[in-house]
C-alpha cells in the first residue's frame, strides 16, 4: 500500500485538494496535481539530503500547503512524517529530535532557529526552490511498497505520570480513517471541509486533509492563530460545508461573536472534550445544525461519535456511540476498546512499548444511556484537557520546579467556562511569603520554556501540599479542592 498511488492517483488531476488561505489573507486553489507533482519533487529532495524509507522527517510548519506537500513527500518514499506543533519550545523539540532520532527537519524559517543544532533542515525557501520548475531538481524517490503496519507517523501523547509520550502509527492509519471520515465527519464529494486543528495534533493528522480526500471533498487550509472575529466570515465567504472544531473554539464563538447565517453549512463536528448544552442550543438556533460530538485517543484514532443521522437533540454533552465496526466495553466505570475492531489503533510507542492485550483501558470515565450513547465523566489519572490540548501535569511541574522560588510545585486542571479546564498551579516557595510581582514572573518563566498553552494561568501558594501515605503528592486532593 501507498498513500499517493491509492488515495492521490485515484482522483482526476484536475480536481481541487487544498484552498490554502495564507496569514495576510491571499487564497489560492491547489488541485491534486499540484499536490502530486510538488510531493513528487520534495521526496526527491529529502532522497538527496540522506532521507531513505524509515527514516523520520520532523515538520515545524503551520496550516500551510507546505505542511501537506512535507506529508505526502514522507507518505510516498516511506519516511516517517513527524508534524510538529509550532508552539513547541527549544527544550520541547530538543527531546522529541533525540527521542525520534528526526535526520531532518522542513520548517519555517523562524521556527528553526529552535531546534537542536546539527539537524539539518529545510527552510520554505528551500521548498520553493525545490518546487521551481526552471531549475534542475533531483530525481524523484519511488514510491515505496508498504504494508499495514510499516511506520506512516509520530505523533505525541501526554501522559500523567512523565513527559508526553511519542507514539508510531502504521501506515493503516492512514487509510483506517475512512470510518470516521464518512461515518462522523460527515463530508461528501464536493463538499469543502474545514478542520482548524493545527499540525502536530492527531486531530489535524487525521482531518485536516485525509479524511476530507477519503470523502472525496475538498480541505480548506487557513494559517494563523484562532481568531473569533473572522473564523465564522471566512466559513461563510469560503462556503465551508464541514467545519470541525475543538470545544473551546465553539464556546468562544457563542460568547464573543453573533453567529452568521452560514448557508453552505452542513455539517458541524467537535472532539476534544465534552461541548455543554447552551454552546450547542446557541448554534441550533443560529445554523438549525447540531454539533456532533466525538471521541478518540491519540493511540487509538476515533472511537465513538454521533454518527451522521443520529439524532442530538436530548442527548447533549453525549461523545456519541462507538463507531460501526468499533467494540467497546465498560469496566468499572472506564471506557475500554477491543484493539482488533479498531483500523487506526497504534503500532508502538517510540521506546518499543507495544500494547499486546485485548482491551486497551482508555482511563476515560463514562456513562452509557440505554441507547448505547457515552457520557464523558472525567479522567481516573491527572491528564489536563484544556482547549482541546491534552497536558500531562508532570511536564508543567518539572519547569516550576527549575524556578528558584519553587521549592514543590503541582499542577492540576481549574474549571474554566470557555477553555472547559485550565492549568493550576499550587506551590510551595523556598521563602515564606511570595513577593510581589511573582506569579506573573512564574506565569512568563514557564511560558518561555514551555508550550504557551501550558503555562499556568492561575498560580496559588501554600505552606504545604498534600501527600499521600507514601509520600507523594495527592494531586486527587488539590481536585476536589476545586470542584
Not at 97 to 120: S, Y
Not at 369 to 391: K, Q
Request: charged share 25%; glycine share 10%; net charge negative.
Amino acid at each position: 500500500m501507498n498513500f499517493i498511488e491509492d488515495v492521490i492517483q485515484r482522483f482526476p488531476f484536475s480536481q481541487e485538494a487544498v484552498i490554502a488561505i495564507d496569514i495576510e489573507g491571499n487564497r489560492k486553489v491547489h488541485h491534486f496535481s499540484h499536490l502530486f507533482a510538488r510531493s513528487l519533487g520534495l521526496s526527491g529532495a529529502l532522497l538527496a539530503r540522506g532521507v531513505h524509507r524509515g527514516d523520520v522527517v520532523l515538520i515545524l510548519v503551520g496550516s500551510r500547503i507546505e505542511w501537506v506537500i512535507s506529508m505526502l513527500a514522507c507518505f510516498r518514499m516511506g519516511a516517517i512524517a513527524f508534524p510538529c506543533n509550532t508552539q513547541l519550545s527549544e527544550d520541547d523539540l530538543a527531546r522529541r529530535v533525540a527521542e525520534t532520532g528526526a535526520v531532518l527537519a522542513i520548517g519555517e524559517e523562524d521556527l528553526l532557529d529552535r531546534l537542536p543544532e546539527g539537524l539539518p533542515a529545510m527552510g520554505m525557501e528551500d521548498l520553493a526552490r525545490v518546487f521551481d520548475e526552471d531549475l534542475d531538481q533531483a530525481m524523484p524517490a519511488a514510491p515505496a511498497d508498504l504494508g499495514p503496519d510499516d511506520p506512516a507517523l509520530i505523533l505525541y501523547t501526554s501522559g500523567s505520570t512523565g513527559p508526553a509520550r511519542g507514539i508510531v502509527h502504521g501506515q493503516r492509519f492512514l487509510f483506517g480513517q475512512e470510518l470516521q471520515a464518512r461515518q462522523w465527519f460527515g463530508a461528501e464529494p464536493g463538499d469543502l471541509a474545514w478542520c482548524t486543528a493545527a499540525p502536530g495534533w492527531s486531530k489535524s493528522s487525521r482531518n485536516a486533509f485525509i479524511a476530507p480526500w477519503l470523502c472525496g471533498a475538498t480541505a480548506l487550509l487557513v494559517e494563523g492563530r484562532f481568531d473569533p472575529s473572522t473564523r465564522l466570515e471566512i466559513a461563510r465567504s469560503e462556503g465551508v460545508n464541514v467545519l470541525c472544531q475543538v470545544p473551546t473554539e465553539y464556546r468562544m464563538l457563542a460568547s464573543r461573536t453573533t453567529i452568521p447565517e452560514l448557508p453552505a453549512l452542513k455539517r458541524l463536528v467537535s472532539a476534544g472534550e465534552p461541548l455543554d448544552a447552551e454552546v450547542i442550543g446557541n448554534f441550533r438556533e443560529a445554523t438549525g445544525l447540531e454539533i456532533a460530538d466525538g471521541y478518540g485517543q491519540t493511540e487509538t484514532g476515533a472511537v465513538t461519535g454521533f454518527r451522521v443521522g443520529d439524532d442530538v437533540a436530548g442527548r447533549e454533552g453525549s461523545m456519541g456511540r462507538p463507531l460501526p465496526g468499533i467494540e467497546t466495553r465498560i469496566v468499572d466505570d472506564e471506557l475500554q476498546l477491543k484493539v482488533e475492531t479498531s483500523p487506526t489503533f497504534f503500532t508502538r510507542y517510540l521506546d518499543g512499548e507495544s500494547f499486546d492485550g485485548e482491551w486497551w483501558p482508555t482511563a476515560d470515565l463514562v456513562e452509557e444511556d440505554e441507547d448505547g450513547f457515552l457520557y464523558f465523566r472525567g479522567r481516573n489519572d491527572d491528564v489536563i484537557s484544556s482547549s482541546g490540548y491534552r497536558i500531562g501535569p508532570v511536564e508543567v511541574e518539572s519547569v516550576l520546579l527549575e524556578h528558584p522560588a519553587v521549592a514543590e510545585a503541582a499542577v492540576v486542571p481549574a474549571p474554566d467556562p470557555e477553555r472547559g479546564s485550565v492549568v493550576r498551579a499550587v506551590l510551595v516557595l523556598e521563602a515564606d511569603q511570595p513577593t510581589e510581582g511573582l506569579v506573573e514572573e512564574i506565569q512568563a518563566f514557564c511560558r518561555e520554556r514551555t508550550a504557551p498553552y501550558k503555562y499556568p494561568r492561575i498560580v496559588e501558594f501554600v505552606d504545604d501540599l498534600p501527600k499521600t501515605v507514601t509520600g507523594k503528592v495527592s494531586r486527587r486532593a488539590l481536585r476536589e479542592a476545586t470542584e
